[in-house]
């Protein structure tokens, strides 16, 4: 079955970069997404990179692919107070009903 | 900007209660769905929606729930007799359609649910 897996907290400085881990157990997982949740808020999506792509980049986000380890990182560059937040990693496999398999989430606090 | 709205946000109900939760999808989306989190943990998919059916439902998604599109614009979750164990944020999502090879699930802002 599916399993997704984040570690559950990250603290930066801002302006340092940040890097977010997921490890992920399907296989066969078409899309894996980056999803933001701020407080009293709901899951926004920040970016997704299709499983036959190794990286993706998009601004200050760079999504990194490890097929063989199943391994997917995102990295924040200039990383601001407004990042703070809990970041899901998310997977889905295509099909009709597409659901998404979510981790845990890190919650990534930035301090001045 | 379109975007998924859930009522209400907050809910605390009594142990063995019904409640309903209810979302507005974004206008002209197809695909529906329900997500919790119980607190600390991660979210889980329960059930997807489309064409009037269920399309796929998790093992959480037992009898004591069920969802529906009563007026082509709500689509609710019904808790039959909730228990302790319901107590959770549910996300309403919703998605445009399969046409395209990638296509994003929008989430409201969750409700939480309380049981007590």
């Known amino acids: 079955g599916e399993d997704v897996e984040q570690s559950l907290f990250l603290s930066v400085r801002e302006g340092d970069s940040s890097v977010i881990n997921c490890t992920y157990t399907d296989s066969s997982s078409t899309y894996l997404y980056w999803y933001k949740q701020e407080p009293g808020a709901g899951l926004q999506l920040l970016t997704y990179?299709?499983?036959?792509?190794d990286m993706k980049q998009d601004q200050r986000l760079t999504v990194l692919l490890n097929k063989k380890d199943k391994h997917l990182s995102l990295r924040i560059a200039d990383t601001q107070t407004g990042d703070s937040a809990i970041y899901f990693c998310?997977?889905?496999?295509?099909?009709?009903?597409?659901?998404?398999?979510f981790g845990t989430g890190t919650r990534l606090q930035v301090t001045l | 900007e379109p975007e998924v709205t859930q009522t209400p946000s907050h809910q605390v109900t009594q142990m063995g209660q019904e409640v309903i939760l209810r979302c507005v999808p974004i206008?002209?989306?197809?695909?529906f769905y329900w997500y919790r989190q119980i607190l600390g943990q991660k979210v889980e998919f329960l059930v997807s929606?489309?064409?009037?059916?269920?399309?796929?439902k998790s093992e959480i998604f037992d009898d004591q729930f069920s969802v529906e599109r009563p007026d082509g614009s709500n689509f609710t979750l019904k808790i039959r007799s909730t228990k302790l164990e319901d107590s959770a944020m549910y996300f309403c999502?919703?998605?445009?359609?399969?046409?395209?090879?990638?296509?994003?699930?929008?989430f409201g802002p969750g409700t939480r649910l309380t049981v007590l």
């Open positions: 206008s002209n989306h197809l695909y």
């Open positions: 999502a919703s998605r445009a359609s399969t046409e395209s090879s990638y296509n994003e699930q929008f």
């Open positions: 990179i299709f499983s036959n792509m």
């Open positions: 998310a997977e889905s496999i295509r099909s009709t009903a597409s659901k998404l398999t």
């Open positions: 929606f489309y064409n009037n059916e269920i399309s796929e």
